[in-house]
């Protein structure tokens, strides 16, 4: 069931090849380093993976060893590793509920390990994620990723990638993406999983199937879909990769989902523009689209007061919008011009 992965060093040249178009040097964009910090695979190991012959770790070393190097990688403004209670107490935990994380002796509770990606900055599946996953999504980062057709305009389509409902979408564009409890959230992700990829027959995959891929019963899957309870971090990985969604698919917030699937849908269409020019990329390029998302998520509701406020001032400037008392544009309302 696992979707195929695209090859990996095809995906570099084509990053080659795209640096030396835009007169930067390759070696600089690429460098291991760069891809290391961006996915957390060893640099050493880069090479190998991007060549298809590293072996994979099982799941509770690769998060150790992830975690490990969020720690050494992401110091403190004096150039210390960030104590366990520091970074526990982020997320209202004791600091030695880390303890098995830091020493490679157990695996994190999902909530815990949602806490710590946040609390460093990464990416939602920072920690899940096999390691030609991490340099894929690392290489797409820098520049181009999986090709295929996509209209960034259809809201269904980013539903279908973010498991996000399109009226939460329109809010999250708005600045005002729904906040829900973790358990709520991996609740109503897991079953946009099941309702959107269904077997051949039309008829959605079982929980014995699901859990059978990754050597768990159904009854383990029972309180996730019924919504009393968390799946275990292996588990939330065995569910993403039987679904063959990014490692981070039920753990990542609404602006980091939605930013990660419209940096898909741009990746896109810069490759259908190799083809034949697409004024959409044009405009997602000009406005940085991805990125202001990504930014814009981390704001306070002040801050987003703020910056509609900013925002509001630049459109009266180049004369986009109407001053105070004026009619409204009944166009820009959905009304008949």
């Known amino acids: 069931m696992r979707a195929a992965r695209p090859d990996l060093d095809t995906i570099w040249g084509r990053v080659v090849e795209l640096a030396g178009q835009r007169g930067q040097d390759p070696a600089e964009v690429l460098s291991v380093e760069r891809l290391s910090h961006l996915s957390g695979v060893e640099p050493a190991l880069i090479p190998r993976v991007v060549a298809g012959a590293a072996p994979e ?52 509770r999902l909530g815990h390990a949602a806490g710590v990606q946040r609390f460093f900055g990464v990416y939602a599946g920072f920690l899940l994620a096999d390691s030609k996953s991490a340099v894929e999504r690392a290489l797409a980062t820098t520049a181009l990723g999986p090709a295929g057709p996509a209209d960034a305009d259809d809201l269904e389509h980013l539903s279908y990638l973010t498991g996000i409902t399109p009226q939460g979408i329109r809010l999250t564009l708005d600045g005002t993406p729904p906040r829900l409890p973790l358990k709520e959230q991996v609740r109503l992700r897991f079953e946009h999983l099941r309702r959107t990829r269904r077997r051949e027959d039309g008829q959605p995959h079982s929980l014995s199937a699901i859990a059978g891929s990754f050597d768990a019963s159904g009854q383990s899957l029972t309180r996730l ?70 930014r814009a998520g981390k704001l306070s509701p002040g801050g987003w007061k703020s910056l509609a406020d900013h925002l509001d001032d630049l459109l009266a400037r180049e004369g986009q919008l109407s001053p105070p008392g004026a009619p409204c544009d009944r166009t820009a309302e959905g009304g008949a011009p």
């Open 57 to 108: 770790l099982p799941l509770c070393r690769r998060v150790h060893q992830r975690f490990l190097r969020l720690r050494s990688t992401r110091r403190d403004r004096y150039g210390r590793e960030w104590s366990l209670a520091a970074i526990a107490e982020d997320f209202d935990a004791p600091g030695a509920s880390l303890g098995p994380l830091n020493a490679g002796t157990g695996l994190p």
């Open 225 to 294: 879909a019924r919504g009393d309870g968390l799946p275990n971090l292996a588990a939330a990985a065995g569910i993403q990769r039987f679904y063959g969604v990014e490692s981070g698919f039920l753990l990542a917030d609404d602006t980091e989902a939605l930013g990660s699937a419209l940096a898909r849908v741009e990746r896109e269409l810069e490759a259908a523009e190799r083809a034949v020019g697409n004024p959409m990329l044009a405009v997602m390029r000009a406005h940085d689209v991805r990125n202001i998302v990504t």
